[in-house]
């Protein structure tokens, strides 16, 4: 499972990010394959490309409240050459200088994710049991990987990644930008070693439609994004988990 203790069920996906930043011994050096140094060239006028990308990045984060929007996420496990995907919302709220993540997994097993309050929840519903995993004082470092794109400031992602511009892609009929970020933290470097972010150009500009981050050992997540709505009213609901009356809570397995 790559950088993901096994304690970490892998549906978790994207705020897996989280789980792992607080779980995650470092990893050994050994056999490590540094896959951002293989990313592709910059483009030779890539730093006067990448300033209107963050100027964008800085406005959305700016007016950023809310935003929901479908996924699948795919999580390659190198190791035994496997695949699981999983799809359902994902919903972002800001208040303050507080951010909420929530997650409902529909697809192939239905699960609930949360991150609120420092801390990541998975409720899995068919045995009725909320694992908890506690933030503490990496919450900051939890946060730059759970806004990438969706309402973190450029001037931010700056501050906790070398950033470079690959250039103009087109996803699922949307321009975007393609970013290549790199973790300045050697914690967060151990759990990702490099990350590329899709940002819209057009239709939300300043929000990521496809994520992947790259864990060593030839594993990596993808996260695919659409029919996204910013800055529209999310229930309080989607906030929180719809667990039974019987949910047992437990903190995850050493």
């Not at 496997?82 to 097993?109: N, W």
């Not at 973790?183 to 929000?207: M, Y």
């Amino acid at each position: 499972m790559g950088v993901v203790p096994r304690s970490i069920p892998r549906c978790v996906s994207i705020l897996a990010v989280a789980a792992s930043v607080c779980a995650a011994p470092a990893l050994l050096a050994r056999g490590v394959v540094v896959r951002w140094r293989e990313a592709p060239s910059q483009p030779a006028d890539a730093e006067a490309e990448l300033g209107p990308v963050i100027a964008e990045l800085d406005r959305t984060a700016a007016n950023f409240h809310t935003a929901q929007a479908k996924f699948v996420w795919t999580q390659y496990t190198s190791v035994v050459n496997e695949k699981d995907v999983q799809e359902g919302l994902v919903y972002f709220r800001r208040s303050g200088q507080q951010v909420e993540m929530a997650a409902d997994i529909l697809k192939p097993t239905p699960k609930q994710v949360l991150f609120a309050d420092s801390k990541v929840q998975l409720y899995q519903p068919n045995i009725d049991q909320v694992t908890q995993y506690d933030t503490g004082k990496n919450r900051a470092l939890v946060e730059s990987f759970l806004v990438l794109g969706f309402g973190g400031s450029g001037q931010d992602m700056l501050k906790s990644f070398t950033v470079s511009y690959l250039g103009q892609d087109t996803v699922d009929g949307v321009a975007t930008a393609k970013l290549d970020l790199v973790p300045k933290s050697d914690k967060a470097r151990s759990t990702f070693e490099h990350i590329c972010l899709w940002i819209d150009l057009s239709k939300n500009p300043g929000i990521s439609v496809r994520q992947q981050l790259f864990a060593p050992e030839n594993d990596y997540r993808l996260a695919s994004y659409s029919d996204i709505h910013l800055n529209e009213k999310i229930p309080d609901s989607a906030f929180k988990l719809k667990t039974s009356g019987n949910s047992r809570f437990v903190p995850p397995k050493s």
